[in-house]
Nanobody, 117 residues
Framework: QVQVVESGGGLVRPGGSLRLSCTAS????????MGWYRQAPGKERESVAT?????EIDYADSVKGRFSISRQNAELYLQMNSLIPEDTAVYYC?????????????WGQGTQVTVSS
């Protein structure tokens, strides 16, 4: 089992910054990918940024140049700069644990990010 807990959301004005944190605990063996996802009202959950065990990082086009993901051991961070109202969503931390080619996704409870003036 893997537990994932996020923190750091809140209300911020357009152009502002927020930093999200995530802590993964439990059996982290074979957790090869961790990442941030978000879900806005009425929309599907989408990938924001992922970080794999090889150090490869992938960003959604909509956040490139504004968001930065980093990882230190079981801690995952998302630095969000130049926030725009379209970034408003519930942000989820994900830990993906592999069993050969199969995997299980573990999700946190989510943290609300609201960008509004």
């Amino acid at each position: 089992q893997v537990q994932v807990v996020e923190s750091g959301g809140g209300l911020v004005r357009p152009g502002g910054s927020l930093r999200l944190s995530c802590t993964a605990s439990g059996n982290l063996f074979s957790v090869n990918v961790m990442g941030w996802y978000r879900q806005a009202p009425g929309k599907e959950r989408e990938s924001v940024a992922t970080f794999n065990s090889g150090g490869e990082i992938d960003y959604a086009d909509s956040v490139k140049g504004r968001f930065s993901i980093s990882r230190q051991n079981a801690e995952l961070y998302l630095q969000m700069n130049s926030l725009i109202p379209e970034d408003t969503a519930v942000y989820y931390c994900n830990a993906r644990k592999y069993f050969g080619v199969a995997f299980i996704d573990y999700w946190g409870q989510g943290t609300q990010v609201t960008v509004s003036s």
